[in-house]
């Protein structure tokens, strides 16, 4: 398989779970994961993406959810990854904007990917922006 040269990882979050979705530079579908939402899962799946893309940049995005996305958020930061964290109204308007008519964890997912993959590296963090994550 051709290592992809950025991967846009969408995550719906939710207390028990995460939905990923994986997209190529093309904006083609790749994988479609589901983990548990704890420290322990979110590890594996880093260390799972390093060993099947190793030579790809990471781009993860996750809609802002109430406390559920701290442990994501946290260990995106650890490791130095880029992340977003993406405002549920703003992606509501972006879903209706590109016809994302089903409401699944999967198509969410899907949909965050895709809004990712048209950001630019500057827009997103490697570290967590605390006054940010204080309002939720």
């Not at 040269?5 to 190529?24: N, T």
């Not at 979110?42 to 701290?70: C, H, Q, W």
């Amino acid at each position: 398989m051709k290592n992809p040269k950025r991967l846009s990882i969408g995550i719906d979050v939710s207390k028990l779970k995460l939905d990923i979705c994986i997209l190529d530079e093309n904006k083609k579908e790749l994988e479609y994961l589901q983990i548990f939402n704890n420290e322990n899962s979110i590890k594996d799946f880093l260390n799972y993406i390093k060993s099947v893309y190793p030579k790809s940049s990471y781009y993860f995005g996750y809609e802002a959810t109430n406390s559920y996305m701290r442990t994501l958020q946290r260990i995106l930061t650890e490791n130095n990854l880029k992340h977003l964290m993406i405002n549920p109204h703003t992606l509501h308007h972006y879903f209706k904007y590109i016809g994302l008519k089903e409401k699944t964890d999967k198509s969410d997912s899907y949909g965050i990917a895709l809004f990712i993959s048209e950001k630019n590296d500057y827009d997103f963090d490697e570290k967590i922006n605390y006054e940010l994550n204080n309002k939720y």
